[in-house]
């Protein structure tokens, strides 16, 4: 039996991972451990949350005597670190929140698995600390054809991306200081099932079904490499398995969109299933003020990945946005539930400021 806690298991990308390990790893105890911030939802994991190998634990990664008892009640071998705060536009009009959980959260999670596992007489064998990432932390590319690799310099631009950057730097100084066997990964923009509607794909999905307007920040042309977040939780059950110590992975779709053209796909592909004529619902485009600091483009090399460990996405980018369409369409209550009530007064305030 190994003793995993994954944080942030009841977000978008954490879900997904607590459903993998679940099913396929019937001799794990799977721990979530997650505060249950407006981002994390419950309701993302109702299909396995009586599963005899799965428990939830309702707790903030910054409590740090929490964490400590934890982790040694459960005698935990594994954490795979997902828990954040993760939307740009909230890291601009508060960027504490953002320090506090992303960095002093996942030191308290590293000093927490540290003294536990220093406690033991195999110490850290056997033992593995993964940190989820962000491509963003390497800052922004030209329209130049180039991609982030593993040796990119960082040079994050938002709140949230340099808090992210710092948490990293953090998570590598625990391998070097103390022989903490850490790995990073830094991903791409993901995109499916059970992602928070103020992200792009599910908030413009949503907008487009009520006849809202879509709010295009400056002129659309920014651009995102895009992967299907079951490919994602993949990546992660293989690095977390076979991938090397204190090594950097990226994951990526090579599969770039600018923004507009993306807007436009998902516009013909809702339409399409809702039975409208083609073309209705292209009057909802609204440009709008753009976001400050906003990177212009980000593209994942994601060679290492694939000729170490042999992942690659699973699904075609045509694919995936029809099932993740179909999806939000099918499962307009779970958006209801988050829509209403505090977060649309929040949706529509940031609405209104641009
Ligand atoms: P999310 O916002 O959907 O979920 C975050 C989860 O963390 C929520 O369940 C929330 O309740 C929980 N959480 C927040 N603060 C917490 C705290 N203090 N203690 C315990 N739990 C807390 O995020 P996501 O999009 O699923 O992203 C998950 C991770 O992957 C993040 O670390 C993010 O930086 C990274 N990432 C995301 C993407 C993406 O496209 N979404 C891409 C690359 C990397
Ligand atoms: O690259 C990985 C990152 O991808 C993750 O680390 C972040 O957690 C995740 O939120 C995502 O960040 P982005 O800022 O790229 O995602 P978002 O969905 O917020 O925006 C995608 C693009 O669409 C971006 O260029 C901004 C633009 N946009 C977004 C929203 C919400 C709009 O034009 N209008 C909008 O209303």
Request: glycine share 6%; aromatic share 12%.
């Amino acid at each position: 039996m190994k003793n995993i806690i994954i944080t942030g298991g009841a977000g978008f990308i954490g879900s997904h991972v607590v459903r993998l390990f679940v099913n396929k790893y019937p001799e794990y105890h799977i721990i979530n451990v997650d505060k249950l911030t407006y981002a994390g939802n419950l309701a993302n994991l109702k299909d396995i949350e009586n599963k005899p190998n799965y428990t939830f634990v309702k707790a903030d990664i910054c409590d740090f005597d929490t964490m400590v008892k934890l982790i040694q009640d459960e005698k935990v071998d594994g954490i795979i670190h997902l828990a954040a705060e993760s939307h740009v536009d909230r890291s601009i009009k508060d960027p504490f929140t953002f320090a506090k959980t992303n960095v002093l959260g996942t030191l308290s999670l590293l000093q927490a698995a540290r003294l536990y596992w220093e406690s033991l007489p195999e110490k850290y064998e056997g033992k593995r600390f993964y940190h989820i990432s962000t491509d963003e932390v390497y800052g922004a590319l030209e329209f130049d054809g180039t991609l982030f690799s593993e040796e990119t310099k960082y040079a994050p631009h938002s709140p949230y991306s340099a808090s992210k950057a710092s948490s990293d730097h953090f998570v590598r100084a625990f391998h070097d200081t103390y022989g903490m066997p850490t790995i990073v990964t830094n991903c791409s923009n993901n995109y499916g099932p059970y992602q928070f509607p103020e992200k792009l794909i599910p908030l413009f999905i949503n907008n487009i079904r009520h006849r809202k307007p879509l709010p295009v920040y400056g002129k659309g042309e920014n651009v995102r490499d895009w992967l299907y977040v079951i490919d994602h939780a993949r990546a992660i059950d293989v690095i977390f398995h076979k991938g090397r110590i204190a090594e950097t992975y990226n994951i990526g779709g090579f599969n770039e969109w600018k923004n507009i053209d993306l807007i436009k796909v998902l516009i013909a592909t809702v339409d399409r299933l809702l039975g409208k004529p083609e073309g209705y619902s292209l009057d909802l485009i609204t440009f709008v003020t753009d976001r400050a600091g906003h990177d212009l483009r980000y593209a994942i090399d994601s060679t290492k990945l694939k000729n170490e460990l042999g992942w690659e996405p699973s699904l075609q980018f045509e694919e995936g946005i029809e099932k993740t369409v179909q999806w939000y369409l099918d499962n307009q209550e779970w958006l209801d539930n988050i829509t209403s009530g505090e977060y649309e007064k929040y949706y529509e305030s940031m609405y209104a400021n641009r």
